[in-house]
């Protein structure tokens, strides 16, 4: 079996998903939205305890850089992960921060 390989395109993208993963509050939103939620700012908001405009400036990075997209109902923008298989990246890291029992 051929192993697939990236290309250089891919890895670049790859590499900015994974730069604006990696920030507490980001880790968080995802760690909420990782089941296919679809949340506007001010539920995130409140279930990650930050200011609004702290909220809406970090969505704003995930959803620049490919890991959300979002859908306007009426006044609110709903946010949602793009590839719900990125879930398993934060599960992932969930499982591997753990400590270990012995």
Request: hydrophobic share 30%; glycine share 4%; charged share 25%.
């Amino acid at each position: 079996m051929k192993h697939k390989t990236f290309n250089e395109e891919q890895i670049l993208r790859a590499s900015n998903m994974l730069k604006a993963i990696a920030h507490p509050t980001r880790i968080k939103i995802l760690d909420i939205l990782k089941n296919g939620e679809k949340l506007n700012v001010s539920q995130i908001q409140g279930q990650i305890k930050t200011e609004q405009s702290t909220t809406s400036h970090h969505l704003s990075l995930l959803k620049d850089k490919g890991v959300l997209c979002s859908t306007r109902n009426g006044k609110n923008i709903h946010y949602y992960i793009k590839h719900l298989v990125l879930g398993q990246i934060i599960d992932c890291m969930q499982k591997c921060t753990c400590k270990e029992e012995n």
